[in-house]
């Protein structure tokens, strides 16, 4: 997937129906914004949802603030996904214990939470389309 010449970011949920397409999609149009090229992408630490479209919750509430769902679909994290990838950012600690026993050692330095990047936020991502619309309101940037 990377070329190397271009920075990458996999964004990793359990399912890869809701939070990580979500955040892909926020950090697409962020990267954007910035005049960043990068590679974004994201995956799930299951294949129960491949092929499938983002969430219609997490749509229609990310379209609402104007974030671009387009071309994503779901995806099992595969093997090559740990070398392609410069940082692989998963939404919660369970998450990242399962990227850890799947990802080779010489790649484990690449695997981060998330939410590790953002001061003053839990470092949990929590799922949105279980939350109240209240709660999962304050979620989004």
């Known amino acids: 997937m990377n070329n190397k010449s271009q920075p990458s970011v996999l964004m990793v949920c359990m399912g890869n129906i809701c939070r990580s397409p979500t955040a892909e999609a926020v950090l697409?149009?962020?990267a954007t914004r910035a005049g960043v090229n990068i590679i974004?992408?994201?995956a799930g630490t299951i294949g129960y949802h491949r092929g499938a479209m983002p969430d219609q919750r997490a749509r229609v509430t990310g379209e609402s603030r104007g974030y671009?769902?387009?071309g994503i679909t779901a995806r099992q994290v595969r093997a090559d996904d740990f070398l392609a990838?410069?940082?692989?950012l998963?939404?919660?600690h369970?998450?990242?214990a399962d990227l850890k026993a799947l990802c080779p050692p010489e790649y484990q330095h690449k695997l981060k939470l998330l939410l590790s990047y953002h001061e003053g936020r839990s470092?949990?991502?929590?799922?949105p389309i279980t939350m109240?619309?209240?709660a999962s309101n304050e979620y989004w940037i």
């Open 85 to 88: 990838f410069d940082l692989i």
């Open 40 to 42: 974004i992408d994201s």
């Open 123 to 127: 470092r949990k991502c929590r799922i």
């Open 90 to 92: 998963a939404a919660d």
């Open 132 to 134: 109240k619309k209240r």
């Open 94 to 96: 369970s998450n990242l």
């Open 68 to 70: 671009d769902f387009s």
């Open 28 to 30: 697409r149009q962020q």
